[in-house]
C-alpha cells in the first residue's frame, strides 16, 4: 500500500528529554512537511524538506530539529528546549513537478505528551 | 501576506440535507490553488477537494463541490446529501502558485467544526 506512516501514534516525554518522532512515505514524494495542531489552533509549519539533505525552517521551528538523509524519511525531534511540545504533530508529503499544485498527503498523526 | 478566515467554528446539519461551509481569503496572487481538508475524530487529515484558481469551473468530488469566486475571493464548500462519517473538522487552505521563489508552502484556516446529526 503507498501512503504515510508516523510512528509512534502517542508518546509520552518525561521534562528535559528529547525524542524522535518518526514519518515514512512511498510516494515518491519529494517534499515533506512536519505540522503542529493544538486545540483551537490552525496548523502551523515546524519544517519542510523539498529534496534530500536540504530543509528549511517552517513558522515555528525553536525547539525542533530534523533530518532529511533518505527520500522517503523525514524524522523530527523534539528537543528539550520546546517549552510547551505537548501537541499533535502531523508529517505530509507531496510531489514537486512544475506548474502544478503540490497537493499535500498527510500521515495519521502522533500525539506527544510532556509528563 | 495571505491569509485564511473561516468564520463559522461550529455548524450543524441534518443526515442527508445540504450544508454550506464558508471559506474567504486574502492574497494579491493571480495564480494560486485552494483545499479544503478533512479531519475526523481519528484525526487524519484527509483531501476533500482542490481548485485551481485559473480554472473557472468549480471542483467537484462525488456529494462535495466547491463555489469558487475569485473576485470575492471566497470558497465555500457545499456537502449534498450529508452523511454521519461527515462529522469532522473542515479546513480550509491556500497555496501560491509555482514558480522558482515559491515554497509552496500551505496557509490554513481554523476550521469548521460540522456536526451531521441522525
Known amino acids: 500500500d503507498g501512503g504515510i506512516t508516523q510512528s509512534p501514534k502517542y508518546l509520552f516525554r518525561k521534562e528535559g528529554q528529547n525524542v524522535t518522532l518518526s514519518c515514512e512515505q512511498n510516494l515518491n514524494h519529494d517534499a515533506m512537511y512536519w505540522y503542529r495542531q493544538d486545540p483551537g489552533q490552525g496548523l502551523r509549519l515546524i519544517y519542510y524538506s523539498q529534496i534530500v539533505n536540504d530543509f528549511q525552517k517552517g513558522d515555528i521551528a525553536e525547539g525542533y530539529s530534523v533530518s532529511r538523509e533518505k527520500k522517503e524519511s523525514f524524522p523530527l525531534t523534539v528537543t528539550s528546549a520546546q517549552k510547551n511540545p505537548t501537541a499533535f504533530y502531523l508529517c505530509?508529503?507531496?510531489?514537486?513537478?512544475?506548474?502544478?499544485?503540490?497537493?499535500?498527503?498527510f500521515g495519521p498523526g502522533t500525539r506527544l505528551t510532556v509528563l | 501576506a495571505q491569509t485564511v478566515t473561516q468564520s463559522q467554528p461550529e455548524m450543524s446539519v441534518q443526515e442527508a440535507e445540504t450544508v454550506t461551509l464558508s471559506c474567504t481569503y486574502d492574497?494579491?496572487?493571480?495564480?494560486?490553488?485552494l483545499f479544503w481538508y478533512k479531519q475526523p475524530p481519528s484525526r487524519q487529515m484527509i483531501l476533500v477537494i482542490r481548485?485551481?484558481?485559473?480554472k473557472q469551473q468549480n471542483a467537484t468530488e462525488n456529494r462535495f463541490s466547491v463555489n469558487f469566486q475569485k473576485a470575492a475571493k471566497s470558497f465555500s464548500l457545499k456537502i449534498s446529501d450529508s452523511q454521519l462519517g461527515d462529522t469532522a473538522m473542515y479546513f480550509c487552505a491556500f497555496m501560491k502558485g509555482y514558480n522558482a521563489g515559491n515554497n509552496r508552502k500551505l496557509i490554513w484556516g481554523l476550521g469548521t467544526s460540522l456536526a451531521v446529526n441522525p
Open positions: 505530509a508529503s507531496s510531489p514537486l513537478g512544475s506548474g502544478g499544485a503540490s497537493t499535500q498527503y
Open positions: 492574497t494579491s496572487e493571480s495564480n494560486y490553488y
Open positions: 481548485q485551481e484558481a485559473y
